[in-house]
């Protein structure tokens, strides 16, 4: 159906799941099947089922697949909140990762809409 890889969304999803492995790598390493794997997961989510929805027959198909990477975009956007709350990263880091996240957001709700 598209071709996921020019998906802006898909790009920024990427981009974004990039900065969650870059971020956790210094986390400590009692969280690494907690907080680090609940992380990357969801993070890597976002992008492949952006993926598989563009690979999808229908826009419907692919509408469904966008809502799911969507929820887990939000999973992402909680997650790092609460390793901020826990002191493994930065208001910093926090605030650079929700404009990513917010932008992604924004563009998916948008493009869910748009397949309507």
């Known amino acids: 159906m598209n071709n996921y890889k020019e998906l802006k969304v898909w790009q920024m999803a990427i981009d974004i799941a990039e900065a969650v492995y870059q971020l956790t790598s210094s986390f400590p390493s009692e969280e690494k099947y907690g907080?680090?794997?609940?992380?990357?997961?969801a993070s890597v989510?976002?992008?492949?089922?952006?993926?598989?929805g563009a690979g999808r027959n229908t826009n419907g198909e692919f509408r469904q697949m966008l809502g799911i990477a969507y929820g887990s975009l939000?999973?992402?956007?909680t997650q790092l909140i609460l390793a901020n709350r826990f002191n493994m990263i930065s208001e910093e880091q926090l605030e650079k990762q929700?404009?990513?996240?917010?932008?992604?957001?924004?563009?998916?709700?948008?493009?869910?809409?748009?397949?309507g």
């Open 45 to 52: 989510s976002v992008a492949s089922n952006i993926a598989e």
């Open 74 to 77: 939000c999973e992402v956007e």
């Open 98 to 115: 929700s404009i990513q996240v917010g932008s992604l957001q924004k563009m998916l709700y948008n493009l869910i809409k748009k397949l």
């Open 35 to 41: 907080l680090i794997s609940q992380l990357r997961r």
